[in-house]
């Protein structure tokens, strides 16, 4: 997660402090969106290993790119919209390039 993290302040990569090295910068909110976005997407691949809550899995896979998108992310999307049967959204999504990390 930290690579995928900038100060929001001075742009120092984030190194999984809570306070900035380089700025001193107080970085518990990304920090705290970086692991609920991890535990939506969590919770979005045990939705789609159950097989059985596409519609919940999809849910928490935008959820979780809302927060905070990220290339593997967007992949878990594109594997919900498929599982949710969405294949025109899977397939816009599929061939769009990668979000840029923030």
Do not use: N, V
Request: aromatic residues 4%; hydrophobic residues 45%.
């Amino acid at each position: 997660m930290s690579e995928a993290f900038r100060c929001p302040t001075c742009r120092a990569p984030w190194r999984g402090a809570t306070i900035c090295p380089r700025c001193g910068s107080d970085l518990t909110a990304i920090m705290r969106l970086a692991a609920k976005a991890w535990e939506l997407r969590e919770a979005a691949r045990e939705a789609l290993c159950a097989g059985d809550r596409p519609a919940y899995a999809l849910d928490l896979a935008r959820a979780a790119c809302r927060l905070h998108a990220t290339p593997q992310g967007q992949r878990l999307l594109a594997l919900a919209l498929l599982a949710a049967g969405q294949m025109a959204e899977a397939l816009k999504l599929i061939e769009r390039p990668p979000e840029p990390l923030r």
